[in-house]
């Protein structure tokens, strides 16, 4: 049943060893094999991986044993993925934890998508401020240098000339590139 999940998962004893890891955790059975017995900081030290991200992890999980409460741990592995770690304790009838489910999804493209709406918010909150700073504007020249920064600083648009036509002329000229 656990094969069916849609998500990363595996199963730790107290002492934050793998018991089970899941095909979509680990796809090569041999390496899943080879996680049985480990911590995470072990298995990192065998593989030449991040022996600190191991590290967090098993702490993590001590942490659940200890406090039999869910822990969340989000964390970036090396290069541009993002993952959600969830470690879960799994109680007998007197309390005492036995075992720590661990799941993880990789949740890229979700902090894509924040980042991408953050950087949207940030363009219009500086338009609508532009905007309220034009509205006051008290000459041309002070109109043609706000719309110059909005052009600039909001849309990253290069320009040459920009301003206001006035007897076939650009007022204030502009020549900045």
Known sequence: MIEQLPMEMAVFDTEARFQYVNERAVGDPAV?????????????????????LGRRRDESIRE??????INRLRETDEGPRHYL????????PDGT????????????????????LRARQEKIEALYEATKQLLRAGSQEEVSDRIHWVLKEVFDYPFAHTGFLEDGLIVPERTEA
Not at 32 to 43: D, P, S, V
Not at 64 to 69: L, W
Not at 97 to 112: A, C, H, N, P, Q
């Open 32 to 52: 899943r094999e080879q996680l049985i017995g480990l911590t995470n900081e072990g298995y990192c030290r065998r593989h030449d991986l991040d022996v600190a």
């Open 64 to 69: 659940v044993v200890e406090t039999k409460s």
């Open 85 to 92: 770690r969830i470690h879960v304790p799994i109680t007998d």
């Open 97 to 116: 934890v036995r075992k720590v489910v661990g799941g993880g999804l990789d949740i890229t493209e979700r902090k894509e998508r924040e980042r991408d």
